[in-house]
T-cell receptor, first 113, second 118 residues
Framework: GDSVTQMEGPVTLSEEAFLTINCTYT??????LFWYVQYPGEGLQLLLK?????DKGSNKGFEATYRKETTSFHLEKGSVQVSDSAVYFC????????????FGKGTHLIIQP | NAGVTQTPKFQVLKTGQSMTLQCAQD?????MSWYRQDPGMGLRLIHY???????DQGEVPNGYNVSRSTTEDFPLRLLSAAPSQTSVYFC?????????????????FGEGSRLTVL
């Protein structure tokens, strides 16, 4: 079955540091890939997505590139802020007719001033 | 624009009690689903629906029932609550997406319902 593996953390960085959160996946067919963010006490919000190989999703300074050859979708940001502190989930959606996303376990990111 | 609305936000039950978590969306989305979120487990799919009158099981369906009588509503029922069902529950909806091959539509989530079973 489908699966997503991401570093669990917590990941603690100083403000303005470079961020990478690794995400690799196993899936049949041609999945779409997503990063969701969950701020404390809130639901999940879509951060960015990519629907085919070599696509780059970007939003709010975050980027991730769909790498089919390495089955990866790593999240990056050049300079993080305290407001980026949250839990980040990598997820995929396969073309099997089912609705659900398959999520990684989430990475708790803590940015210190 | 309300999006996906879940009620209640918080609930405490005793073992064996029943309850229904409500979910409504106003985006005319065909797909709706329920997830539970547990520490160290990420989100796991409980049940989903691809349209009114159609439901199916996800990864962890045991102990939960769903129905989809309208496009807008997708309630989740716990018939006899157990402590193992203590969790945060999220409802989500989506469109099918634009690709005929891959289901590319993003999910829109509610704010969550925190359930404690004593």
């Amino acid at each position: 079955g489908d699966s997503v593996t991401q570093m669990e953390g917590p990941v603690t960085l100083s403000e303005e540091a470079f961020l990478t959160i690794n995400c690799t996946y196993t899936a049949t067919g041609y999945p779409s890939l997503f990063w969701y963010v969950q701020y404390p006490g809130e639901g999940l919000q879509l951060l960015l997505k990519a629907t085919k190989a070599d696509d780059k999703g970007s939003n709010k300074g975050f980027e991730a590139t769909y790498r089919k050859e390495t089955t990866s979708f790593h999240l990056e940001k050049g300079s993080v802020q305290v407001s980026d502190s949250a839990v980040y989930f990598c997820a995929l959606r396969s073309g099997g007719g089912a609705d659900g996303l398959t999520f990684g376990k989430g990475t708790h990111l803590i940015i210190q001033p | 624009n309300a999006g996906v609305t879940q009620t209640p936000k918080f609930q405490v039950l005793k073992t064996g009690q029943s309850m229904t978590l409500q979910c409504a969306q106003d985006m005319n989305h065909e797909y709706m689903s329920w997830y539970r979120q547990d520490p160290g487990m990420g989100l796991r799919l409980i049940h989903y629906s691809v349209g009114a009158g159609i439901t199916d099981q996800g990864e962890v369906p045991n102990g939960y029932n769903v129905s989809r009588s309208t496009t807008e509503d997708f309630p989740l029922r716990l018939l006899s609550a157990a402590p193992s069902q203590t969790s945060v529950y999220f409802c989500a909806s989506s469109t099918p997406g634009s690709s005929a091959v891959a289901n590319t539509g993003e999910l829109f989530f509610g704010e969550g319902s925190r359930l404690t079973v004593l």
